[in-house]
């Protein structure tokens, strides 16, 4: 019996800290599968795997660990394509943003094969595997959706990976409720911070942003392509908080423009009162939950 | 001659941090006034000033500059109050976060002092004394809105303190141009903060936020009192703001929800690019502006 083998289709900002992060776990080689050669040659230089493949598919049939980092429609593409080149018994995993669609592409698996949904909860403002480093998850949230056919084993394999990496904690839940909550605390933050950079008064009042202006148009640098898909792959669950904060805003607006002063201070010390006990909650640590 | 004398009325977090900072400062002495004698006992125990006094009006006589660090409400009071009682050819700035209400209070005083209206880009999410730090402006934007009347000395004082405070550069503008672009790059950064923390989803979410709904919320624990004096004090231009975050909101949501691609993807590259522009000339250094 030879070394067992993860496999890392797409490296990435994720991908590729994901495969320097695994490094050295247990007694996993960890194959990174590029698509150009610039990302072989800087991936190379870095060593962020152990060995590099420009063919994934190859690798399968010998892959007992498999995490697909590329983009929504890349995963839901490679999962069709390559269904039945996945070695029997193995553990496949995804990192994209959403869940409910991938969890679905990844019905067409042979019975076999064990799919687990995850989302690490980690990034950047910029991508590719220039940015990749292996300290990038510590600390951080790492969700994961099983689907109904996990096994204990798989998921007692990923709960080592998650510590090897250094995750705070392991989030488990369904892929629907993923996809809900993640529509409120990460992509309703893109769309404000897009809205806000598109406003005309954007290069007018350089000079001008403090602290709370950089923090919510951080992430506003962000891969068009991807965050399409993530947007739309999700949309129903995205539609609903945008237009909830939509009517939130036309209430303080409402407000401001009537200088009802007693309206606006009570809404205020409604919204800071809730921002301070959640603030508190955190400070306890009451928000890492029970892992698997 | 005696020495001369910065008066510091108000020693919350920017008053106690400046009047940290500004010790040192020339041959200046550096009197904190206050009003609880919690205050009082903090500050002294903090050395937060060279001298301290519960009697502003005592002192204003022989303050040669004079830092009104109240809220809004509370300066345009102090200077109703106390309009008569000034040095004449005193220097009397204040420190809040909008300009044209202060200023217009500010006509109240005689010829003989000058007012210079100053709004130093610096904050914590927490309030008070015990959060004060003379290191809080280094390398912030320190903006200064000075009236007609102000004089060349006094532009050349006010900029000597900004230096002695570590400031990261010293802004001129008028006080209309100020509030405008403060709605826009601090004031609605608060409105959205609270509008997001507003959701029902707020506390069912918590374990599931990353760094962006961190920074986008991190404002939001504020003091409801100050800022609804600071939102009312602003409404037209905060208003108009506020407007056009809905208006843009709206518009993604519509493409989300019509799953239209296309549009979808133009409107994320015109504002990603839009970011990543303001964001190079931000490290390039272009955004520090001559100072007056």
Chains 1, 2 share one sequence.
């Not at 660990?65 to 553990?91: M, N, S, T, W």
């Not at 605390?185 to 007018?204: G, N, R, Y």
């Not at 709370?212 to 506003?220: H, K, L, P």
């Not at 904060?245 to 606006?264: K, P, W």
């Amino acid at each position: 019996m030879g070394q067992k083998r993860i496999l890392v289709v797409g490296l990435g900002l994720i991908g590729g800290s994901l495969a320097m992060a695994l490094q050295g776990f247990e007694d996993f080689e960890v194959v990174g599968a590029v698509r150009s050669q610039t990302t072989f040659d800087k991936a190379e230089a870095m060593g962020a795997a152990n060995r590099l493949t420009f063919d994934p598919a190859g690798e399968l049939p010998g892959a007992d660990v498999v995490i697909l980092c590329q983009d929504p429609a890349g995963i839901v593409g490679f999962l069709q394509e390559h269904k039945d080149r996945f070695k029997p018994g193995c553990l496949v995993l995804d990192v994209c943003g959403v869940k409910t669609a991938v969890m679905e592409a990844a019905g067409c698996l042979p019975e076999s094969v064990d799919f687990i949904g995850c989302h690490p909860m980690a990034g950047k403002e910029v991508s590719g595997i220039a940015n990749a480093e292996g300290t990038l998850f510590r600390n951080t949230h790492f969700i994961v959706t099983p689907g109904p056919r996990a096994t204990q084993e798989h998921l007692a394999l990923l709960r080592r990976m998650a510590d090897h990496c250094r995750f705070g904690d392991v989030i488990e839940t369904t892929c629907q409720r993923h996809d809900e909550m993640i529509a409120y605390t990460s992509q309703l933050m893109h769309v404000i911070a897009v809205s806000v950079c598109d406003d005309d008064e954007l290069f007018s009042c350089k000079g001008f942003e403090g602290g709370s202006f950089r923090d919510c148009t951080r992430v506003a640098a962000l891969d068009p392509a991807m965050w399409t898909q993530l947007f739309t792959l999700n949309a129903p669950a995205l539609a609903k908080v945008v237009a909830g904060v939509e009517d939130r805003l036309r209430r303080y607006r409402t407000a401001i423009e009537n200088g009802d002063r007693e309206t606006l201070y009570a809404m205020l010390s409604t919204a800071s009162t809730r921002k301070k006990q959640i603030d508190l909650e955190r400070a306890r640590g009451d928000d890492v939950r029970p892992a698997f």
